[in-house]
């Protein structure tokens, strides 16, 4: 279908139940075939600093077993360069990491750092893996991120997500607003971080929306109603957002 939104299906929280245990199930590999069977259009994972989820051995596998596109996100520091480089997933997304915060809590700071992560895009997109910039949806994050030489941004929709009513309505206009001058800048423009079934649907229907990304919910949805069904029934929904 054409402008059809991609699914990326975060499974981080599959990691954090294996890692709350410490033993082997359940297992990163065989969810992500679940979800690719259910009509994941790529898989995304975080390999945080701390390795309190996703583990590096669940990428090595992941890169091997995958038949979607693997989407993987790190944080900017020299170690996780060198796993990436190495692994060479078809996405790399670059976010801020704060070995505290529960999840990531803001977008990455592209203005402040903006030849450091040019020099960054420059590596990873000399070897064939595709950048994305999880950024705030502010102007100035979208112009630097443009000047960076990435391929994408994804825009932070934390803030959408946590706020009710009028506040809501303005922070998506905010991503409206960001999501069109990062399409008129010629960036590919993704979006996610506490999208939900009950939340998603404005987003998936802003102009430019090209892809998002979904974790916490999921899993948790698939408590309940089993990670196929979670899947497909937020696949089925974004169907409906075009
Ligand atoms: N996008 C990015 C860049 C993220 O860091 C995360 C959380 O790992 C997500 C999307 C997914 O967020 P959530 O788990 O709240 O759906």
Not at 123 to 139: H, M, R, T
Not at 161 to 166: P, W
Not at 208 to 233: C, Q
Request: aromatic letters at 2%.
């Amino acid at each position: 279908m054409h402008n059809r939104i991609r699914l990326g299906v975060n499974i981080d929280h599959v990691a954090t139940v294996r890692q709350a245990r410490g033993v082997s199930y359940p297992s990163v590999v065989h969810a992500a075939h679940m979800a690719e069977l259910a009509g994941a259009d790529l898989i995304t994972v975080h390999l945080r600093e701390d390795r309190r989820h996703i583990q590096d051995t669940d990428v090595r596998a992941l890169r091997e077993s995958l038949q979607v596109p693997l989407n993987l996100e790190m944080a900017l520091t020299d170690e996780m360069l060198d796993i990436v480089l190495k692994v060479k997933p078809d996405w790399a997304c670059l976010v801020p990491e704060k070995r505290e915060e529960l999840t990531t809590e803001g977008g990455l700071d592209i203005a402040a750092q903006q030849q450091r992560v040019s020099e960054v895009c420059a590596s990873l997109q000399q070897v064939g893996i595709k950048v994305s910039l999880f950024v705030d949806p502010q102007a100035e994050q979208i112009q630097a991120s443009a000047a960076t030489g990435a391929r994408a941004v994804e825009l932070h929709t934390g803030t959408y997500a946590n706020s009710v009513k009028q506040a809501q309505q303005h922070e998506l206009q905010r991503l409206a607003e960001a999501s069109r001058l990062a399409a008129e800048l010629g960036l590919q423009v993704h979006a996610g971080h506490g999208l939900t079934r009950h939340n998603v649907l404005p987003v998936a229907q802003l102009e430019g929306i090209e892809e998002l990304n979904i974790g916490h919910a999921l899993i948790a949805d698939a408590i309940f109603m089993g990670l196929a069904e979670s899947v497909a029934g937020m696949r089925r929904l974004l169907d409906t957002a075009r």
